[in-house]
């Protein structure tokens, strides 16, 4: 799959302060509890515009609360199964989750682990087929010393036993659009405009997410 191009990482860079819109109306409404994982080198404040949106929509969003997301650690990994206990137990019953860009794998590697406490898994901008193209990948690569040795690309991209909706745009200038989904009995893919890194915020993404929720 082509790599994308330094030309547009920039433009993506430029996305990142220029693009500001107003979210689209909260429609349709829900009440899921959704825990939120945000992308790759990124934190909760990332995802907030999307987890603000999930609430106006009746949602009751919760963050992964594990600080910087340096991909698929041994930590991170604990740490999302031990939020994920505490998130379902609160909700006393299965959880949705939505995973931006990196965060996305990791929340396909928590369903896969923990099927009885998940509902759903929306990705948005992750490439869940492996491995992907990304002008990132020297970054990725020094960091993917620190993953542990049982984290199996091909376990990651494998179906998943519960309904999954793939959010990806081919305007990304960070990852390969075509890795954003894979085939899967219970899977549905939904193709936007727009950047990589303002997907939190792009209405399109929103609009979808709301649908995907409802």
């Known amino acids: 799959m082509a790599r994308p191009t330094i030309r547009g990482l920039w433009g993506e860079l430029w996305s990142l302060r220029s693009y500001r819109p107003a979210p689209p109306p909260p429609q349709p409404v829900g009440d899921r509890t959704v825990l939120v994982i945000p992308a790759f080198l990124t934190n909760d404040a990332f995802t907030r515009p999307l987890r603000t949106f999930l609430a106006r929509c009746g949602h009751a969003p919760v963050t992964w609360g594990q600080g910087v997301n340096w991909g698929p ?44 406490q998940v509902r759903r898994v929306v990705t948005i901008g992750s490439p869940v087929r492996l491995p992907t193209a990304t002008p990132l990948e020297p970054l990725i690569r020094l960091c993917a010393r620190h993953y542990p040795g049982d984290l199996d690309p091909a376990h990651l991209s494998s179906p998943l036993p519960m309904p999954t909706i793939a959010i990806y ?18 899977g549905r893919v939904v193709a936007v405009d727009g950047a990589h890194v303002t997907m939190p915020r792009n209405p399109d993404v929103l609009r979808a997410l709301a649908e995907a929720l409802a």
């Open 73 to 116: 650690t041994a930590a991170a990994r604990a740490g999302l199964r031990r939020r994920l206990d505490e998130v379902c137990g609160v909700a006393g019953e299965p959880v949705d989750l939505v995973g931006i860009s990196m965060g996305g794998l990791l929340a396909r590697d928590l369903a896969r682990d923990r099927p009885d």
């Open 169 to 186: 745009s081919r305007d990304d200038g960070v990852v390969a659009w075509q890795s954003c989904w894979v085939p899967e009995p219970l």
